[in-house]
Nanobody, 123 residues
Framework: QVQLVESGGGLVQAGGSLRLSCAAS????????MGWFRQAPGKEREFVAV????????YYADSVKGRFTISRDNAKNTVYLQMNSLKPEDTAVYYC????????????????WGQGTQVAVST
């Protein structure tokens, strides 16, 4: 397994930007596809974005496509989520997760999770 620690959350006005980071421990980071999920109060955890092991392939939820960008730096054992044009409905706790397979939109495929970082978007 890999240990994950998210950072970069905070409070931002609608239309603003934030960049989340997720630092992974261990020497096998490049063996995992990496994803971001989010969970708003009273709602189920939902898929946001996923990036392949090499970083060459990405996939996004329709709700964030065109506004969010997932990327990774395997030399730094870090995955990022650049969030632009933020909306109040993006308010949630954001989690990064590691998938030992090829990457999925299904949370059950991800075996390692961070503790989450809060993102709040005000009107």
């Amino acid at each position: 397994q890999v240990q994950l620690v998210e950072s970069g959350g905070g409070l931002v006005q609608a239309g603003g930007s934030l960049r989340l980071s997720c630092a992974a421990s261990g020497r096998t980071f490049s063996s995992y596809a990496m994803g971001w999920f989010r969970q708003a109060p009273g709602k189920e955890r939902e898929f946001v974005a996923v990036v392949s092991r090499s970083g060459g392939s990405t996939y996004y939820a329709d709700s964030v496509k065109g506004r969010f960008t997932i990327s990774r730096d395997n030399a730094k054992n870090t995955v990022y989520l650049q969030m632009n044009s933020l909306k109040p409905e993006d308010t949630a706790v954001y989690y990064c997760a590691a998938d030992p397979s090829y990457g999925s939109t299904w949370y059950g495929a991800f075996g390692s999770w961070g503790q989450g970082t809060q993102v709040a978007v005000s009107t």
